[in-house]
């Protein structure tokens, strides 16, 4: 009996997912298990995994298409199965299977159905493939009428490049499965396209000039990652409906420097940076107060009893937040450790779904990048984040005299219907304790 091999959601926020590359070509064997292709998700690069034996009779999705969760990529046969009952589900523009089957070679193919895939994290998460150079796009004869109708066979993106290039989609050549038209038949095509004729000498009565308009190669237009398109709409979600309030205070760093001075000179193990004994110190204030360490359900609070602190971390496309789990009850050097091993796995893309997601509160530092102080936008179902500013030493004025002190703002954006003023003010305090007697952070 053939397998379908979907798109699964690898993550709660996951809707869609791009088509890195693939492994096994049309016509090669599969067992239970081999990778099948990467896969980009909102998160990280991941496998997609075979769940049944046969050979790969169909690919129904080409590197770098972008598919819905849910949606058929791939039929697993036998060598001699029909598969055309499947392949009928599918939409008109698909890839063909390989074999026996009454379904033409090459006719693309997706459907949605119940999710019979496994992926895992990527070992390595390589680039996007490059597909090869299409040659340029020439005018046919005769519109490709994939559907039916005379309407040229293409992609949305094609679709849009073509609108945007006054481009006619009936006079090209799709070089996609089945002759579908994407977005390099597109740019083949608009630069192809002849230059345009010189301009009349102008009168000898100046005229109006005509409204600047872009022409080819003034701009780019870069399609949103599956990342960036999450942060897009993740945000758009907080910053409109939370009602947000911030609450900024100035911390005196003097103990907590002579503390991580200590610590370094003990060796490598307890190596730890200003940002490590934050997130302890805000983890162990969370710990505290759990009306902030907690969750907006819509008609409840959910109130956690661990802490699981999120620490924002930029990416090449984006920005995500691996989880610190349990992060009150690790010691400093610890979470310092751990924090980079995160950090780092975040960057090459191969974090696992459960190492960033689940947060019950978020900390974000950009305070390497010289930036004092700014407000951070919360992460919802979470009901604050914790922005942190640059450490720097600055006058100060003690008991009447003036000194030079290690100082840091941070910054605290409050969900007002889970967080009141005088709620998140009290935090402030048991944090200002915290830091300002960083010993309390060690026993």
Not at 106 to 119: H, I, K, L
């Amino acid at each position: 009996m053939a397998t379908k091999v979907t798109m699964e959601a690898l993550s709660p926020t996951m809707e869609e997912g791009r088509l890195v590359k693939w492994l096994k070509n049309e016509g090669d064997p599969v067992t239970k298990g081999d990778v099948l292709a990467e896969v980009e998700t909102d998160k990280a690069v991941m496998e997609l995994t075979a769940r049944g034996d046969g050979v790969l009779r169909a690919r129904l999705a080409a590197e770098g298409d972008t598919r819905p969760v849910g949606e058929l990529l791939a039929v697993i046969g036998a060598p001699d199965e029909n598969i055309d009952a499947l392949l009928k589900k599918a939409p008109a523009a698909t890839v063909t299977p390989s074999g026996p089957s009454s379904a033409p070679p090459s006719a693309p193919s997706s459907a949605p159905s119940s999710p019979p895939s496994q992926v895992r994290p990527a070992s390595q998460a390589p680039p996007a493939s490059q597909s090869p150079p299409a040659p340029a796009a020439q005018p046919a004869s005769t519109p490709s009428s994939g559907n039916g109708g005379g309407r040229a066979r293409s992609s949305p993106l094609a679709r849009r490049l073509a609108s945007e290039r006054g481009l006619d989609l009936g006079q090209l050549h799709g070089s996609g499965p089945g002759g579908r038209v994407i977005r390099r038949d597109i740019e083949a095509a608009a630069s192809a396209a002849p230059a345009p004729a010189a301009a009349p000498a102008p009168a000898a009565r100046p005229t109006p000039s005509a409204p600047r308009t872009a022409a080819a190669g003034d701009f780019e237009d870069v399609p949103l990652t599956q990342i960036r398109k999450t942060i897009a709409r993740r945000l758009a979600e907080s910053n409109g409906p939370i009602p947000t309030f911030f609450l900024t205070a100035d911390f005196d760093l003097t103990s907590v420097r002579e503390l991580r001075t200590r610590m370094i000179a003990l060796g490598d193990e307890f190596k730890v940076s200003y940002n490590d004994i934050l997130l302890k110190a805000i983890a162990t204030a969370l710990s505290q107060h759990p009306e902030v360490n907690a969750h907006w359900l819509g008609d409840s609070i959910r109130h956690h009893h661990r802490v699981h602190l999120g620490m924002a971390v930029a990416v090449e496309d984006g920005l995500i937040t691996p989880i610190i789990a349990d992060a009150d009850r690790k010691r400093i050097s610890e979470i310092a450790q751990e924090s980079r091993e995160l950090a780092k796995r975040a960057r090459e893309r191969k974090l696992a779904p459960e190492e960033y997601t689940g947060a019950t509160a978020t900390v974000s530092n950009l305070g390497m990048f010289g930036i004092d102080e700014f407000t951070a936008i919360i992460n919802p179902p979470e009901v604050a984040i914790f922005a942190v500013g640059a450490v720097g030493d600055v006058p100060v004025v003690i008991d009447g005299a003036l000194a030079i002190r290690t100082r840091v703002r941070i910054t605290m954006s409050c969900d007002h219907r889970a967080v009141d003023g005088a709620t998140g003010a009290r935090f402030m305090q048991t944090l200002r304790r915290l830091i300002e007697n960083p010993l309390m952070l060690v026993f």
